[in-house]
């Protein structure tokens, strides 16, 4: 065959003496018996490349007996090597092969035509047939012979069986080049197989092996590790894409009340709790539920880690405004009338009510904001209150005089209310919590009045009970607010069982000491009669107070900063046991 601007390790025919050297030889083979030779085995080599290879498989091994007689065989055979050869010629390797393979399965024992398939394909760049079919030229060659003599001349077929036996070492020794591209770059490549690394690169970089079967590995910080099987032949080039997948972590979050819905970006993920996996990245997780503040916050997920999170939703604010402008109008009036009362005159104090009143009105109609929150307009109700109970204890501690308490009571109620305002605005307190440290400035107030009434002990010290029961009403609201999340309702039925005891109480009383000295029309109640009518309220306020409060117990829950701990301590033996508890700061 003519070799087409490429210099081949083996000998060369050229020109048109080729067709007649292979017609002389298709003819003088067609007297030879047919010797075929057999698949040559696998015999395996120690490169890592090498490892697993399995046999290829030749076209002339699936040849069928040609029932063609001699002559016509031997016609044929060389009409499909001219072909062949014009093919082999032209750049037409596949189609030289197929001619080839077709002279050789009429005259298999034309052993040279396997030299020539073998040079197509290696030109065709498959050397993988290249070299099956030089094996098999060299089996062919190395075919018994009669014994030469030792001063004989080197026998032409050993000196070709030789070099193609070198030329099947160097094509061998062709390494495949793998190019592997990773989404994202910069990955770890590992080739290898059985035998060992083949070859380490990274992502982009020209890798060469051996040919033969091999694990491709991808590796990169962050993302899974990508395994892949592939097999490569001897000098081809192959291109791989590899998309690796990031690693993923864990979302835990809770979120209060239990029907929140939780989104992810835009998508609903669940009802309360979720425990999702994700992917090493930062996300926009939404929690909403009905009569509460939306929360939207930013919650960055590490790969195989767990990220927990714990959301209670907010309250919607109610809007306090227009309870604060009646209260403003109805304390307007009081304070004023408190204020003049000084001067004894009917006339005076009532005109100045209802001057204060008006002024009470416009001036929270044109001062209160729109969206006064309505935890600061019922924490501000309740200073005013507890002001004026404060004004009137501290000045019952100085004379007994209602011409100066009243005054003084004004004043307290205008300081305590303003007092109130300024807290509440700045606090942004809710409604559950003001609701609590209202019900403790009543009750408190309530009691030391009560006890007051009950001991009838001057002045002084009734000034300092009702004093006492103010102070201490309002610092345990303030404790039980701080440590408990009680909703304005809860604190509400709480206030009608304290209510309902002391009717209850006053009830028992009328039962118990009815009332029988009379005076014209009108019942006059004694010394020893007020007291009873104190004690029994006191205690109906204990009672109602304490069963409300039992009763709507599992309304709302505490919300002391307590939380469960797993931790592991070292048992007695050595090994590590698990404790379980909770863990808190108070």
């Not at 009036?333 to 204060?356: D, I, K, N």
């Not at 000045?395 to 303003?418: E, H, M, W």
Request: hydrophobic share 45%; glycine share 12%; aromatic share 6%.
């Amino acid at each position: 065959m003519i070799a087409a601007g490429r210099a081949m390790p083996w000998p060369r025919r050229s020109g048109r003496g080729v067709a007649a050297v292979a017609v002389a030889a298709l003819v003088a083979a067609a007297a030879i018996p047919e010797v075929r030779a057999e698949p040559p085995a696998d015999h395996g080599t120690s490169a890592a490349g090498s490892a697993g290879r399995a046999t290829t498989r030749l076209e002339i091994d699936d040849c069928n007996a040609s029932d063609l007689g001699k002559d016509e065989a031997v016609n044929q055979a060389s009409e499909h090597y001219d072909r062949g050869e014009i093919l082999d010629t032209q750049g037409d390797y596949e189609g030289a092969v197929r001619e080839m393979i077709a002279s050789y399965c009429l005259l298999p024992s034309f052993g040279t035509v396997l030299e020539d398939i073998a040079q197509a394909y290696e030109r065709n760049l498959d050397y993988e047939k290249a070299i099956g079919y030089l094996e098999r030229y060299v089996r062919a060659l190395e075919a018994p012979a009669t014994p030469r003599c030792s001063t004989c001349p080197p026998d032409p077929k050993q000196v070709k069986a030789e070099v193609a036996r070198r030329r099947i070492e160097v094509l061998r020794k062709l390494k495949a080049k793998i190019h592997v591209e990773a989404q994202p770059a910069g990955a770890q490549i590992t080739i290898a197989n059985e035998a060992g690394v083949a070859a380490r690169a990274r992502s982009g970089e020209t890798i060469e092996v051996l040919s033969g079967r091999y694990d491709l590995l991808a590796e990169l910080p962050g993302y899974e590790p990508h395994h892949q099987s592939i097999e490569v032949q001897i000098g081809k080039p192959y291109t791989y894409f590899v998309p690796l997948v990031a690693q993923k972590g864990r979302l835990v979050m809770q979120v209060l009340p239990p029907d929140a819905r939780i989104f992810l970006g835009d998508r609903l993920i669940g009802i309360g709790r979720i425990d999702v996996a994700l992917q090493g990245n930062t996300y926009i997780v939404t929690s909403e539920a009905p009569d509460r503040i939306t929360d939207r916050r930013r919650i960055e997920v590490i790969a195989n880690q767990v990220k927990r999170v714990q959301v209670e939703l907010t309250a919607q604010p109610q809007f306090g405004r227009r309870q604060l402008i009646g209260f403003s109008a109805g304390a307007g009036a009081a304070v004023t009338a408190s204020l003049l009362s000084t001067f004894q005159r009917p006339l005076v104090t009532g005109a100045g009510a209802a001057a204060g009143g008006a002024a009470g009105f416009f001036g929270s109609l044109v001062l209160l904001p729109e969206h006064m929150p309505l935890g600061a307009s019922n924490l501000t109700v309740t200073a005013t209150v507890g002001g004026a109970v404060l004004g009137a204890g501290a000045s019952l501690l100085f004379t007994p005089r209602t011409d100066l308490i009243y005054p003084i009571a004004g004043a307290g109620a205008v300081l305590g209310g303003a007092l109130g305002y300024v807290f509440g605005e700045r606090t942004r307190i809710n409604t559950g919590d003001a609701a609590l440290i209202n019900s403790g400035v009543v009750w408190g107030s309530v009691t030391g009045g009560l006890f007051a009434l009950s001991f009838d002990p001057g002045h002084v010290v009734g000034g300092g009970l009702l004093l006492s029961g103010l102070g201490m009403g309002t610092i345990g609201g303030v404790l039980l607010q701080s440590n408990f999340s009680v909703s304005r309702q809860h604190a509400a039925l709480i206030d009608v069982g304290g209510l309902i005891g002391i009717i209850g109480g006053l009830a028992i009383e009328n039962l118990a000491y009815p009332t029988q000295t009379t005076q014209g029309s009108s019942e006059v109640v004694d010394a020893r009669s007020q007291e009873h009518l104190a004690n029994f309220a006191l205690g109906g306020m204990a009672v109602g107070l304490l069963a409300a409060g039992i009763l709507t117990r599992s309304l709302d829950d505490p919300k002391l900063p307590v939380s469960p701990v797993i931790s592991q301590v070292p048992a007695g033996d050595g090994r590590a046991a698990a404790i379980y508890g909770v863990s808190g700061r108070w």
